[in-house]
């Protein structure tokens, strides 16, 4: 099983100290850039894949590392939505 299939499968299962680092893996390894959303973006970060033209924005959380758990439900809803994952 691969480092992305790994990290797929800690994602589906919803676990409370999953990473934004975790989550930017997922994404970049699945076609999508990182963008900022401009200067009073603050900590909101957008991925977009040049492709389909989906996007995905993130909170990336602060001072630490570890995601919300709403928010690593809505990138699990956000992929299968999308079709990136089953």
């Not at 691969?2 to 797929?8: N, T, V």
């Amino acid at each position: 099983m691969s480092k992305e299939e790994k990290l797929i499968e800690r994602l589906k299962s919803l676990p409370l100290d999953f990473t934004f680092s975790e989550a930017r893996t997922i994404l970049t390894r699945l076609g999508y850039e990182e963008k900022q959303k401009g200067k009073t973006s603050g900590s909101r970060l957008m991925f977009i894949r040049q492709k389909d033209n989906h996007k995905i924005l993130l909170h990336k959380p602060h001072p630490g590392d570890i995601m919300k758990l709403y928010s690593v439900k809505d990138l699990l809803n956000s992929l299968k939505g999308n079709g990136d994952i089953k």
